[in-house]
């Protein structure tokens, strides 16, 4: 089976403040996510869930390892390969939303594919937001929707473009529980297709939905599970 | 209490230099200003006549343009900070307190700027002088003097104008619920303040009553009230701006297709949207245009104009036009750390650098075009105001001098917008990301 996104002997260290010493985050880190994967990360605050994620992603450079994403290595390409490799295969959803602020969820929506000169028609904007349950709101602008309507645009805005694999960092860390879920039964959809979906969260339930949990403690790899229970993740990262 | 305000105004230093530079600036302006009025009275005679001549335009010029930048600049210090208050809210300080705080930072840095400014102004005035008034052999042995006499009249101004201006900002910023100044960190929209309704006016009457005057006045005395309406009809539009600026940004910008680029849409829509951001910088630019154009074109239009010599030009609108100019770089000097934030935004929706750092440049197109559109309508309205007084029914347009400020204020706010969008760019992405 081809691998999508790959880390091998991943390492990422900070310097703290300028001049400070340098406190490692990730140490060393092996791991292979196939297409069609749903892997969520877990891992107590300050594990270095959100640091793997990135590092994956090519947001983040990596201090030592190779991070090797649909086959090409991050660190050998330049910025603007990189900037082009994410703008075309991955899609993000953040914490915190991260829209563009002056324009519509409409106009949120269509610009990776303006970024990218893809052609998309409004019918298919329209069915992205429709899909997200936002087609009343399309013309309204960040700051006139909810935490999870906002949340929901941004899901629209990875799915519009249909990236091969999508990023998501705490995607539900900010709503409440009903949005939450509504969140979560959107990116459920992701995987599948030779779509992967990797997925940093605190919530177990959510992580007992994926295929496979990469349970992160210190910076390495403290246990991995296939399709366990929200209880065996819990076990997992108290133990 | 302290605490908080001295970290704050650490943590927000690029805002507060910003402010500072402004009112140092002013300062300096103001203190040529003041430093012609106070040697006309030291010197008396026939020599006080010519300097008293210079010294009301100047002055009139000055004022126009230290209230518009120094009002803006005041404004987008709170503006840009209304988070800060908010989460200051939210740990238990009063709304009331938040307005006195912030008043008190203004008062203090401003005072700190003017000051600064006029000792800046001293080493200035004798060059100055010297170049400006070397075609006037009869004035060269002129000592320019400021003195106290001069000076504080120009930090009350400056700390005046700062602190009011910010402090109603700050009232507002104290009013606003704390959830939805989280809620909506940078709020774009510029509220048509009471301040802004009799800043307005005023300015209307004044330019009404000086067109109303010119029909009476000899044709050998119009320049000067002529050069006073296009800066006088800039600071109405400037005070107005909030009815029609982002409809105006909208309708011309709309000229050129969206498909263009992805760099042009982007800086399109941010531009229009971020009106309280635009308003500050389109506004001194405006003033700028205006001086300059308004003082060719009442040169041109009036019979006593002759030849504007470089002294003069450098006299009347260097202090004025560098403020103006200053101002526009400063305000998105002082934005650029939001700004950061919205491109790292664009970049993980998957822009390149080179499509960042052109919208940078074409938001620098913006604003210039715009001031500049602005800008010709106040001198169009000076110079048709001067070709009927003055029935030559030709009048002049001042077309070279506003294409000169025009381009001198899209090559600062070039500079202003791409280098420090090229510095941000090379910041680490999820922690721009993850700043608020």
Redesign the interface.
């Known amino acids: 089976m081809p691998v999508l996104v790959e880390v091998e002997n991943l390492v990422k260290s900070f310097p703290l403040g300028r001049g400070g010493p340098v406190v490692p985050v990730l140490r060393g880190i092996t791991a292979q996510v196939s297409p069609g994967e749903f892997v969520a990360v877990v891992g107590p605050s300050g594990s270095g869930k959100?640091t793997l994620l990135?590092c994956m992603s090519g947001?983040?450079p990596a201090t030592a390892g190779e991070v090797r994403l649909l086959g090409r290595t991050v660190g050998s390409l330049s910025?603007?390969a990189l900037?082009?490799l994410?703008?075309d295969h991955i899609g993000?959803v953040?914490q915190?939303y991260?829209?563009?602020?002056?324009?519509t969820a409409r106009?949120?929506v269509a610009?990776?594919a303006?970024?990218?000169?893809r052609r998309i028609s409004a019918t298919e904007i329209d069915q992205a937001l429709a899909d997200v349950g936002l087609t009343e709101q399309a013309s309204h602008?960040p700051?006139a929707l909810s935490g999870g309507q906002q949340q929901r645009v941004a899901l629209a805005?990875v799915l519009a473009l249909r990236p091969d694999v999508v990023f998501a960092d705490e995607p539900t860390g900010a709503l409440d529980t009903e949005s939450g879920a509504q969140v979560l039964d959107l990116l459920a959809k992701v995987p599948g297709d030779g779509r992967s979906l990797i997925m940093v969260t605190h919530d177990l339930q959510a992580a007992a939905r994926a295929d496979r949990v990469l349970v992160l403690r210190d910076g390495v790899i403290h246990r991995e599970l296939d399709h366990p229970s929200a209880d065996d993740v819990f076990t997992a990262i108290t133990c | 209490m302290l605490r908080l305000i001295l970290s704050d105004l650490v943590a927000n230093a690029r805002i507060w230099l910003g402010t500072l530079l402004i009112a140092l600036a002013t300062g300096t302006v103001g203190a040529v200003a003041a430093s012609d009025i106070r040697t006309a009275i030291e010197a008396g005679g026939t020599d006080a006549l010519a300097l008293y001549a210079i010294s009301g335009v100047m002055i009139a010029f000055t004022t126009i343009t230290a209230l518009i930048v120094a009002g803006s600049v005041a404004g987008l210090t709170v503006a840009l900070q209304q988070r800060a208050y908010a989460l200051w809210q939210l740990v238990g300080v009063r709304p009331a307190y938040v307005r006195i705080v912030v008043t008190t930072q203004l008062l203090v840095v401003s005072l700190i700027g003017s000051v600064l400014g006029c000792l800046a102004a001293l080493p200035l005035l004798g060059p100055l002088y010297r170049f400006s008034l070397a075609g006037s052999p009869e004035l060269a042995d002129l000592r320019p003097v400021l003195g106290a006499g001069g000076a504080v009249p120009v930090v009350v101004f400056v700390t005046l104008v700062v602190t009011l201006a910010g402090s109603r900002s700050a009232g507002r910023a104290a009013r606003t619920p704390p959830i939805r100044s989280l809620?909506?960190t940078?709020r774009?929209d510029q509220p048509m303040t009471a301040g802004r309704w009799v800043g307005g006016l005023i300015a209307v009457l004044a330019v009404a009553g000086i067109v109303a005057s010119l029909p009476g006045t000899a044709p050998d005395q119009l320049s000067v009230p002529l050069m006073l309406i296009a800066p006088l009809t800039a600071g109405v539009l400037a005070a107005f701006a909030p009815l029609y600026l982002a409809r105006l940004l909208r309708g011309w910008t709309a000229l050129v297709p969206d498909q263009i680029s992805?760099a042009w849409?982007?800086a399109r829509?941010?531009t229009?949207?971020?009106v309280a951001r635009s308003t500050a910088t389109i506004s001194p630019i405006t003033v700028a245009v205006a001086l300059a154009g308004g003082l060719y074109a009442a040169n041109g239009t009036a019979s006593d104009g002759g030849t504007v010599t470089a002294g003069s030009v450098v006299l009347l609108l260097g202090g004025p036009l560098l403020l103006a100019l200053l101002g526009a770089t400063a305000t998105i000097f002082m934005a650029g750390r939001r700004r950061d934030r919205?491109f790292a935004?664009?970049?993980?929706?998957?822009?390149?650098?080179?499509?960042v750092l052109a919208a940078a440049a074409w938001e620098a197109v913006i604003y210039t075009v715009t001031a500049t559109i602005l800008g010709a309508v106040a001198v169009g309205v000076a110079a048709l105001a001067g070709g009927w007084a003055a029935d030559t029914g030709t009048p002049s347009f001042g077309l070279a001098a506003i294409g000169a400020v025009a381009g001198i204020g899209l090559l600062l706010t070039l500079v202003a917008t791409v280098l420090p969008t090229a510095v941000a760019l090379r910041r680490?992405?999820?922690q721009t990301?993850?700043a608020?």
């Open positions: 959100s990135y947001l983040e910025r603007n900037a082009t994410r703008r993000f953040f915190s991260n829209l563009i602020p002056s324009l106009e949120n610009l990776p303006r970024l990218a000169r602008r700051g805005r | 809620h909506e940078d774009p992805s849409y982007l829509s941010s229009a949207y971020g919205e935004l664009v970049v993980a929706a998957g822009a390149t650098r080179a499509v680490d992405l999820p990301l993850a608020e």
